[in-house]
């Protein structure tokens, strides 16, 4: 297994199955992937794939609604996850085994240690998203949850389960994994859909090589034989072929009548209900299919498809990847979209010239926006307008000037009196 090597581990003694209030064993077998046979359901799919892989992972720690990146082994890890993927195909990947089984596993590798307050410390160094064949949830004497899996291999691994980034997709019916009761994704709806639509593409592909089958009649005009008769009509056959003009040239000795074509096909509407039927199942619409999607179009299918998905696997990254006393002081994995290239070039303006007097944009941030490269000399160069103060600030500024407007009336009113 090589560099996977590291990811392997004993089950416990003294372990169990782990308890659920379902009844069923905590085993799960991943299997049934024949709808994914259907291009629709690729396509619609891989939509959802695509702009999830854009996402951008970060470590922030949050502080109220003030959001800091913070640069430190993590996010490197992050941006480099391990020797073999990049941050988007190990989004990608992951994306691809959370639709397909309705469960993903990323396993995370780590050297930890404790300090001299007995506090635990992780150093990550990769995270490995993993297609396991079974998965078993066991339970050691002590109560901890630990996750065996088995891969097509022949391989095998015990892993905590806290140690185990586990993103579930359709989680209601079972304890441990997204999908049904068994822990599987319940595909049986949506296979009859796609065996309509099978049906109805097999009918059209029937109905034209029917039509096709035969050309016309030839009617001869005098009494053949057999043996002359077959080689009249492959004498025809091949003027047929050969014919580049679309004319066909005869004699008195025959009359060739040609089969009208009226091919019945179905008809569009019906071929695009059955093809938005199967999209529903994920949210697609078709113009996000075809690319052909307006901004309007393109936020409703982000917050109906894409940003419950991205909320998820931000929050699973969060839970597994800090311990919970990171996580109290504001550490989290937030998976940022790149909202901004679907903007068109006026939007793009107005979201700058918003942003730009309150220092919230870099100038490097604003030539990427608008597709230009970043240049070195802007590294780290930030630009406000000095027309806004902090509210802070302008409190004590108005105090400061309530004072001095009392202690002016004061002044007058003294003079008054000693007139």
Known sequence: MGIFDKLFHRTPKGSKWAPTLSGYMPLFSYYGDNIYASDVVQQALKCIVDEISKTVPTH??????????????????????????????????????????????????????????????????ALWPIQPTQ??????????????????????????????????YNYALNEYMGGDRMGQPNNNAILKTLELNADLLNGVAKAMK???????????????????????????????????????????????TPFPRNTQLVDESTLKFVDE??????????????????????EAFYQKSLEKLILNISQAFTKKLFTERERAFGNEVKFYPKELIFMTTDQKISIVNLLSPTGSLYENEKRVIFGFTPLPELEGVRYMSLNWVSVDIAQQYQLSKAKAGDMDVEVIDETKEDI
């Open 135 to 168: 998965v078993d949830f066991i339970e050691d004497a002590s109560g901890r949850i630990y996750v065996h899996f088995m891969f097509a291999t022949g391989w095998d691994t015990t892993i905590p389960y806290d140690d185990v980034i586990h993103i579930k």
């Open 210 to 256: 029917a039509s096709y089958a035969v050309n016309g009649t030839v009617k001869y005009n005098t009494m053949l034989d057999d043996g002359t008769m077959e080689r009249n009509i492959r004498e025809l056959e091949k003027k047929l072929e050969n014919s580049q003009s679309g004319f066909l040239p005869m004699d008195l000795k025959y009359d060739f």
């Open 60 to 125: 922030i720690r949050k502080k109220g609604s003030d959001e800091t990146p913070v640069a430190d082994t993590l996010q490197t890890v992050l941006n480099n996850p391990n020797p073999l993927m990049t941050t988007s195909e190990m989004i990608e990947k992951t994306c691809w085994l959370l639709l397909l089984n309705f469960n993903a596993f990323v396993i995370p590798t780590y050297y930890s240690w404790l300090d001299s307050e007995g506090t635990e410390h992780r150093r990550y160094k």
């Open 277 to 298: 039927k199967i999209l529903r199942n994920w949210g697609v619409p078709l113009p996000i299919l075809v690319g052909d999607f307006t901004k309007a179009q393109y």
